[in-house]
C-alpha cells in the first residue's frame, strides 16, 4: 500500500488484507492494496435496542423508526423497531416478569391483562413456562422455580416465564401430629428441654418430639410397693404405676402369691415378699421373690 490505513471508497480504509468482518469495495494505490469496509448489516435480523425490541436491518420499513441510541455492526445497519409509544416500560408488567412490545417474539405469550402496557396494540410479552424450572429461588434460596406450588408448599412470589412460580416447602406443616407409634411423639418446629427428637416430620424445620425417657431414672416411685422407675419392668417384677417421661415405668417386685401363708418346719414362718428387720429368710414359698420369714433367735425344734 502506497499509503497504508487511509481512507478510501465506501468508508473504507487500505489494507493489504481484509478482516473476517470486512470486505474488498475497491483498490488502493500499490501493490496487493484493497480497499476493506466493514461487511454490509453483519448482523442483519439480530435483536438490538433496549430490552432487543428492534432488528438489525439495512432499512427500516414505513411503520419502523430508527432507534439512533442502538448499535449494529456492518455498513448501512441500523436497529429498527415498530413505531408506536409501545416502549414505556410497566410495572404491572414487568413485576410479573414481562416487557411491553407490539408484538411478542417467538416462544412469548401475551398476558390477559392488557392494562400491564399502555398504547394501542400494545402487548405484556412473558416467556412461555418456567424458563429456569427448579432454580433455587426466594430468600436464603429456599424455593424452587415451578410451574404450579404443590399443596404442602408455600408460593414465595414469581421466577422467569409465563405463570412460573417460587415455591418453598411449608415449614413443618404436620405441626401439632402425632408421630413415634407408641412412644406418642408430637411434631414440632423444634423439641422442648424436656423433650428428644426421635426423627423428622413431614416438612422443612419439623421433629418428631417425645417426652425424654425416664426423667428419673432409678427414683422411688409406687408407695408402699417400693417401686423404682425403669424403661421396662425385669423378670421378677410387675408394673405398679408410671413416671414422668416416655415409656416410663413404675416397677415393683411381685408379691407372694400366698401373702402370710404358714412355713418353715413347724409352720413357725410366714410367706413374705421381703421379711421384717427382726425376721429372717429361713426357706423359700410359693411364688416368685417369695421368702418364708421367721423371727431371729428362734431356731427350728429339735425331734428327739
Do not use: W
Amino acid at each position: 500500500c502506497a499509503i497504508p490505513y487511509s481512507s478510501c471508497h465506501a468508508n473504507g480504509i487500505c489494507k493489504p488484507k481484509c478482516s473476517n468482518q470486512e470486505e474488498q469495495v475497491s483498490t488502493c494505490d500499490g501493490d496487493d492494496c484493497k480497499c476493506c469496509a466493514q461487511r454490509t448489516c453483519i448482523a442483519q435480523k439480530s435483536r438490538c435496542g433496549m430490552n432487543e425490541r428492534g432488528r438489525c436491518k439495512e432499512k427500516c420499513s414505513a411503520k419502523e423508526v430508527t432507534d439512533v441510541r442502538a448499535l449494529c455492526k456492518g455498513t448501512n445497519c441500523q436497529c429498527c423497531r415498530e413505531k408506536g409509544n409501545c416502549y414505556s416500560e410497566n410495572r404491572a408488567c414487568l413485576n410479573g416478569r414481562g416487557h411491553c412490545r407490539p408484538e411478542c417474539f417467538s416462544g412469548e405469550a401475551a398476558k390477559e391483562d392488557k392494562a400491564s402496557c399502555t398504547g394501542a396494540d400494545c402487548k405484556c410479552c412473558i416467556l412461555q413456562g418456567c424458563v429456569y424450572s427448579f432454580k433455587a429461588c426466594g430468600y436464603g434460596n429456599m424455593g424452587r422455580c415451578k410451574n404450579k406450588c404443590e399443596p404442602l408448599e408455600d408460593e414465595l412470589g414469581t421466577c422467569a416465564g409465563e405463570s412460573c412460580k417460587c415455591c418453598k416447602e411449608k415449614d413443618c406443616h404436620n405441626k401439632g401430629c402425632q408421630c413415634g407409634g407408641n412412644l406418642n411423639g408430637k411434631c414440632k418446629p423444634s423439641c422442648d428441654e424436656s423433650e428428644l427428637a426421635i426423627s423428622l416430620c413431614p416438612g422443612r424445620n419439623c421433629e418428631c418430639c417425645i417426652r425424654k425417657i425416664c426423667d428419673k431414672l432409678g427414683g422411688s416411685c409406687g408407695g408402699d410397693m417400693l417401686g423404682q422407675c425403669k424403661p421396662n419392668c425385669l423378670a421378677g417384677e410387675t408394673q405398679v404405676g408410671t413416671c414422668s417421661g416416655s415409656s416410663c415405668k413404675c416397677c415393683a417386685m411381685r408379691p407372694c402369691e400366698f401373702q402370710d401363708k404358714a412355713c418353715g418346719k413347724t409352720d413357725k414362718g410366714r410367706c413374705r415378699s421381703r421379711c421384717y428387720l427382726d425376721e429372717e429368710v429361713v426357706g423359700k414359698c410359693d411364688g416368685t421373690n417369695c421368702h418364708c420369714c421367721q423371727l431371729k433367735g428362734k431356731a427350728s425344734e429339735c425331734s428327739y
